[in-house]
């Protein structure tokens, strides 16, 4: 990972599992095809964030 | 998001879901007998809002996450059909959005050697992590560099 950002002269952000990847994935994108979806607002993407382990200064909005 | 927008948005997840690729304003319009210029101001009331994703300074969808209407490195297979995603977490965002398992084709980004993975009776399988260089706060600053 180190050398990948360095190699891109980029910092190192942040990683997920695949297991969280999917658990957010379910929260954010499983209504998206539904008649009433609408955005998830600061609080609830907050939320949703958490509820994954996706805290930190990085998942701040 | 007027009901307009909505009928809009689903008009554009519908095509996208059934053929891969995503509808012109034209086709929206004249699949609803709209006119053209109301579709395209919803198109950018959409984008506005960060449901879809249009090409810079068009009215042309790229994405309509966790769909990509453009080919990307990450390909996302259900039973038998091929969607594209803008990112690795969209990867996963369309069987969630499908409610389906799926298989994942990506490639690692620092080796370029395929990757296993996909979601297997209701869960996530395959090995890696996904690394995400933007702050949350700024996914949608350049959000095709995001």
């Avoid at chain 2, 997840?13 to 579709?39: F, K």
Wanted: net charge negative.
């Amino acid at each position: 990972m180190k050398r990948w950002c360095a190699a891109r002269g980029v910092a190192r952000g942040a990683l997920m599992t695949l297991d969280q990847a999917w658990d957010l994935s379910r929260k954010w994108y499983g209504n998206r095809l539904a008649a009433d979806f609408r955005r998830p607002t600061r609080d609830e993407a907050l939320a949703i964030f958490a509820s994954v382990g996706l805290t930190g200064e990085f998942w701040r909005l | 998001m007027s009901s307009f927008h909505d009928t809009v948005r689903e008009a554009i997840y519908s095509t996208i879901v059934s053929t891969g690729a995503a509808p012109s304003a034209a086709d929206v319009a004249g699949l609803h007998g709209a006119d053209i210029r109301d579709v395209e101001a919803a198109f950018r009331a959409l984008a506005d809002g960060h449901v879809i994703v249009l090409h810079p300074a068009t009215h042309d969808i790229a994405w309509a996450p966790p769909f990509s209407a453009v080919p990307t490195r990450y390909r996302v297979r259900i039973a038998g059909t091929t969607w594209h995603a803008p990112c690795a977490w969209d990867a996963f965002g369309i069987p969630a959005a499908l409610h389906a398992d799926a298989v994942v084709e990506a490639t690692c980004a620092w080796s370029d050697e395929a990757l296993d993975c996909g979601v297997v009776n209701g869960r996530a399988s395959g090995h890696g992590v996904i690394h995400l260089l933007v702050p949350a706060a700024h996914f949608w600053d350049d959000i095709f560099f995001t």
